[in-house]
């Protein structure tokens, strides 16, 4: 078998292991490159702080039960009021006095009698008799009083208004009258005031919160420790990126300015129960971090809290 030789049978042999050496290169390129990604764990989530149990917006006191609001001092659960209508509602007739206005009198006088005088006849011819002349009496017109007639309109009868019982609408309870309970079995009136707020009577935190958390700001189903944001239309995009060495354990509040776009403008400390340097190392964290909105219409200017529950290391 005669085999069939070329002059450039060199050079093509040369270009084939170069082609070859450079594929092989770039597999171990891309094996390597996908071994290095699965081995990179990822980003540990957002440990959001567990919050409080709450049906209000407001509160101000410490005493934290099921009960509805109240400034109660009593920290007990007590039984819900029990309300039962009554088919049969008894109608008491009131009767409604009504005040009688007076009629003015009328008078009737009868007019005075007058006495008519008789005309003097005069006669042309002078008598001879001469009468002496008697002074002339008018007789006294005297008027007699008329009795006075009085008239009364005839009196109103009385109205006769129904009221209703509301005693006879609904059935106390026995030994529960008053109870603002919902879970408890307790007689009487259960407190129920609790939040941070410096006035005010309410349940503050979350309905779906738990009741033994004592941070009103969260998402419930939270940890004992981790950050809450309160910002109106804003959201963490990710993780504050702290640097903390320490071993301290608190708890740190910053109220933070937000602008349209999402950039954090001013950060004030507000509360802090840890070493000034741990709180300055959690306000840069603060100064970095990266905000999404919501959903929708963003304001210009939103005002809110971010808070850091920090324990210490194991």
């Known amino acids: 078998m005669t085999r069939i030789t070329f002059d450039n049978e060199k050079e093509i042999r040369m270009k084939s292991l170069a082609a070859s050496a450079t594929i092989n290169l770039l597999l171990l390129a891309v094996l390597f490159f996908v071994h290095l990604a699965q081995t990179v764990p990822n980003p540990p989530p957002i440990e959001f702080i567990e919050v409080n149990f709450g049906t209000d917006a407001r509160g101000s006191g410490k005493i934290q039960t099921y009960n509805k609001a109240s400034n109660s001092p009593n920290p007990v ?39 008519a005088e008789k005309p003097v006849i005069a006669s042309k011819a002078e008598s001879p008799v001469t009468t002496p002349e008697r002074p002339e009496t008018k007789p006294v017109e005297t008027a007699r009083p008329a009795a006075p007639i009085e008239r009364t309109a005839p009196p109103t009868p009385p109205k006769k208004v129904e009221t209703v019982n509301n005693d006879a ?10 109870s603002n309970g919902t879970v408890g079995k307790a007689a009487g009136t259960g407190g129920n005031n609790n939040g941070d707020d410096a006035s005010g009577v309410g349940d503050k935190g979350n309905p779906k919160g738990n009741i033994n958390a004592k941070e009103f700001y969260g998402t419930p189903g939270g940890s004992a420790s981790g950050v809450a944001f309160d910002v109106s239309g804003w959201a963490m995009a990710s993780r504050p990126n702290v640097n903390d060495e320490s071993d301290e354990t608190g708890k740190i509040v910053f109220k933070i300015t937000v602008d349209g776009s999402g950039e954090i403008t001013n950060v004030r400390q507000v509360q802090s129960t840890v070493s000034p340097s741990v709180s300055e190392v959690y306000r840069r964290a603060v100064r970095q971090l990266r905000l999404r909105p919501k959903g929708g219409a963003t304001p210009p200017t939103a ?12």
């Open 303 to 314: 005002t809110g809290t971010i808070t850091f529950i920090i324990k210490a290391k194991d």
């Open 77 to 115: 659960d007590v039984k819900a009021a029990e309300k039962r209508p009554n088919p049969k509602v008894n109608t008491t007739p009131r009767l409604e006095r009504t005040r009688v206005t007076p009629t003015p009198k009328v008078v009737e006088a009868k007019p005075a009698k007058t006495v």
């Open 169 to 178: 609408l609904f059935k106390k309870s026995s030994g529960g009258g008053g």
